[in-house]
């Protein structure tokens, strides 16, 4: 999944900006002379700190794709970073040197930054941001793995029978704010009898069946692509009370 890592990495260097790269681009691989160097991590807020630089790849994709996507408008951005990706490893090295030495010189002016910051910050500060950067960090990762999962087609977990009826009842409500409806929803529920119940129980039933047949599929394929780090240590079977968690 290197290539996947790859096309985060790049797409959120580029950002909204990264199509002007590509005004008045009139070669495939643009000169690395043409490079300018602009800390764009700067940062002055000394309750946060700065951003680090771009990886030398990172910083090479970001300037060509923008100019892969003018000539391939139709092609998808995982194939147009695979394209990049080859095109950088047969950049003859020297050429390669200009965006090593351009990253060696943003990363120590980053240290720089850092330094000074932690220089300027109280005890109290230095203990906030730590809990600050982990909190982000751990979000950042958790965000990551759902995107990675849901582009490598992970079933959606089965629904219980509550959030069966929730669903489906929510939508009906026609009066009041989200927090009114699903305030309604709620006791409508609650007085629900048992036999209507039963009806979004057996739903809710089916849908386990449902789920642990696509996984079982899905696990198959991503042990068939090397991606044994997914799989869970054990599956239980739906007609259990419990499913394990993942």
Not at 35 to 53: C, D, E, H, I, Q
Not at 78 to 103: C, Q, V
């Amino acid at each position: 999944m290197a290539l996947l890592r790859g096309v985060w990495g790049v797409l959120s260097a580029l950002g909204k900006s990264g199509a002007d790269l590509c005004a008045g681009c009139g070669s495939r691989l643009r000169s690395p002379f043409s490079f300018a160097y602009v800390p764009r991590w700067y940062s002055s807020n000394l309750t946060g700190y700065p951003k680090k630089p771009m990886t030398s790849y990172v910083r090479f994709s970001k300037e060509q794709l923008p100019l892969f996507k003018a000539q391939n408008p139709d092609a998808k951005n995982s194939e147009l970073i695979k394209k990049i990706a080859e095109l950088w490893r047969e950049l003859p090295d020297s050429e390669k040197k200009i965006y090593e030495d351009a990253y060696r010189a943003d990363w120590q002016a980053y240290k720089e930054e850092i330094n000074r910051i932690q220089e300027q910050l109280t005890p109290s500060q230095v203990v906030s941001l730590e809990k600050e950067i982990m909190q982000k960090r751990l979000k950042k990762k958790a965000l990551i793995k759902k995107r990675e999962l849901t582009m490598l087609g992970k079933p959606k977990r089965p629904r219980s029978a509550y959030n069966i009826f929730i669903a489906e009842r929510f939508q009906e409500a026609k009066d009041g704010t989200s927090q009114v409806k699903l305030k309604t929803v709620n006791e409508n529920w609650k007085n629900l009898s048992s036999s209507q119940k039963q009806v979004y129980i057996q739903l809710a039933k089916d849908d386990k069946i449902r789920y642990y047949n696509e996984m079982k599929s899905w696990e198959e394929q991503m042990v068939e692509v090397g991606r044994d780090d997914l799989i869970r240590r054990k599956m239980k079977h739906p007609a259990k009370n419990d499913t394990e968690e993942y």
